[in-house]
């Protein structure tokens, strides 16, 4: 019999440097790449407001069909599924006879209990589950302290990595795949996710997922030399160039962060290297930094006293000075422009935030 791996992808939207995938790959005859649209999840409400907006739905599709496009071109697919994790594994498990299932190791509170949830089914079954960190520069196991004694300051947390630790080299992307025969696959997404169009004044590069992502970081290094002007430049507020504009890619997991810094370092090794090179990356450890942080502080990241444990911050419940913070019509025009950006093209600059 078959051993068939299921890869459940979440935001590790990636070929490249994915362990999930290439583990899998290398364990089982057979692979079921995996992404679960819960749209009801998705829509449903925190503090009034949709989890998951109509902008960021649309470059999500945008990204999963270009995934579905790279797993073709490998010989395989990627299976989009309605609901959520658990509900569509109670499916998929009366269809295949699943050896283990792969995913991205998460650490937000929500998230950590899915994955519990999922583990826990998944072992009732005989099925075994096994999480992978993905997304940051730094692997969690190569830190030279362990998540309990993450410094609290970014600086020493910064000088100690550079210091004491060595980033990988990402994991090539593999050259082939094979997947189950099914009846149907990404090739119909437009019957499951509604066709949305982003706002054409977004400041944004190419939309889509790791192809476009890849494409853009040669562009941005090699080809155009923006890099070299990243740290002058970066607080800008309107256009394309001025900064990085990797971080819709990070966020959904397109691109993997230790490619972008090894990229970096090719650059500086085969063109130069100045401060703004140094800088582009002194962000993506600032990014580290907080991922790590978060896994040390779950909980008060979320909380109004925040990591420190006090604050003398009051909550605001007037719907009225909310809405007009949400609107963009506060008395500041400044920061209605910025919130008037957001809304309209799901992005705002990091001087704005």
Same mark, same amino acid.
């Given at each position: 019999?078959?051993?068939?791996?299921?890869?459940?992808?979440?935001?590790?939207?990636?070929?490249?440097?994915?362990?999930?995938?290439?583990?899998?790959?290398?364990?089982?005859?057979?692979? *079921?790449?995996?992404?679960? =649209?819960?749209?009801?999840?998705?829509? /449903?409400?925190?503090?009034?407001?949709?989890?998951?907006?109509?902008?960021?739905?649309? +470059?999500?599709?945008?990204?999963?069909?270009?995934?579905?496009?790279? +797993?073709?071109?490998?010989?395989?697919? %990627?299976?989009?599924?309605?609901?959520?994790? %658990?509900?569509?594994?109670?499916?998929?498990?009366?269809?295949?006879?699943?050896?283990?299932?792969?995913?991205?190791?998460?650490?937000? *509170?929500?998230?950590?209990?899915?994955?519990?949830?999922?583990?826990? !089914?998944?072992? #009732?079954?005989? *099925?075994?589950?096994?999480?992978?960190?993905?997304?940051?520069?730094?692997?969690?196991?190569?830190?030279?302290?362990?998540? /309990?004694?993450?410094?609290?300051?970014?600086?020493?947390?910064?000088?100690?990595?550079?210091?004491?630790?060595?980033?990988?080299?990402?994991?090539?992307?593999? #050259?082939? $795949?094979?997947?189950?025969?099914?009846?149907?696959?990404?090739?119909? $997404?437009?019957?499951?996710?509604?066709?949305?169009?982003?706002?054409?004044?977004?400041?944004?590069?190419?939309?889509?997922?790791?192809?476009?992502?890849?494409?853009?970081?040669?562009?941005? %290094? +090699?080809?155009?030399?923006?890099? %070299?002007?990243?740290?002058?430049?970066?607080?800008?507020?309107?256009?394309?160039?001025?900064?990085?504009?990797?971080?819709? =890619?990070?966020?959904?997991?397109?691109?993997?962060?230790?490619?972008?810094?090894?990229?970096?370092?090719?650059?500086?090794?085969?063109?130069?290297?100045?401060?703004?090179?140094? =800088?582009?990356?002194?962000?993506?450890? =600032?990014?580290? !930094?907080?991922?790590? #942080? +978060?896994?040390?502080?779950?909980?008060?990241?979320?909380?109004?006293?925040?990591?420190?444990?006090?604050?003398?911050?009051?909550?605001?419940?007037?719907?009225? $000075?909310?809405?007009?913070?949400?609107?963009?019509?506060?008395?500041?025009?400044?920061?209605?422009?910025?919130?008037?950006?957001?809304?309209?093209?799901?992005?705002? /600059?990091?001087?704005?935030?």
């Amino acid at each position: 019999m078959k051993k068939i791996g299921v890869v459940l992808l979440t935001n590790d939207l990636r070929l490249h440097d994915n362990a999930t995938l290439t583990e899998a790959i290398r364990e089982n005859d057979e692979i *079921i790449p995996l992404f679960c =649209w819960d749209e009801k999840y998705m829509d /449903s409400l925190q503090f009034g407001f949709s989890r998951m907006g109509k902008i960021r739905k649309a +470059f999500l599709k945008k990204v999963l069909e270009d995934l579905h496009q790279q +797993f073709k071109s490998i010989g395989g697919y %990627l299976l989009l599924k309605q609901g959520g994790q %658990l509900e569509v594994f109670e499916a998929l498990v009366s269809q295949y006879s699943i050896h283990k299932v792969y995913t991205k190791k998460q650490v937000g *509170i929500e998230e950590k209990r899915e994955n519990n949830r999922l583990k826990n !089914f998944l072992l #009732s079954k005989g *099925i075994d589950f096994e999480v992978y960190s993905t997304s940051t520069v730094y692997h969690p196991s190569d830190l030279p302290f362990s998540m /309990s004694s993450i410094p609290e300051v970014f600086t020493k947390f910064r000088k100690t990595v550079e210091k004491e630790a060595v980033v990988r080299q990402p994991i090539l992307a593999p #050259s082939s $795949i094979a997947c189950p025969t099914i009846s149907k696959d990404l090739q119909e $997404i437009d019957a499951v996710i509604q066709n949305l169009q982003l706002d054409s004044r977004h400041a944004l590069p190419e939309l889509g997922g790791e192809t476009a992502a890849l494409k853009y970081l040669n562009t941005y %290094l +090699f080809e155009k030399q923006h890099i %070299l002007h990243y740290k002058d430049t970066r607080n800008e507020l309107i256009g394309i160039d001025f900064s990085s504009k990797l971080s819709q =890619w990070l966020s959904l997991g397109c691109i993997s962060p230790k490619l972008i810094y090894h990229e970096i370092k090719r650059f500086e090794h085969e063109v130069t290297s100045n401060d703004s090179t140094y =800088w582009l990356i002194f962000e993506l450890l =600032w990014r580290d !930094f907080f991922r790590f #942080s +978060f896994k040390k502080h779950p909980l008060h990241y979320f909380q109004l006293h925040g990591i420190l444990g006090k604050s003398e911050r009051k909550p605001t419940k007037n719907s009225d $000075i909310i809405d007009s913070w949400v609107l963009g019509e506060t008395p500041n025009s400044f920061v209605n422009a910025a919130m008037k950006e957001l809304k309209a093209t799901g992005w705002t /600059s990091n001087r704005m935030r």
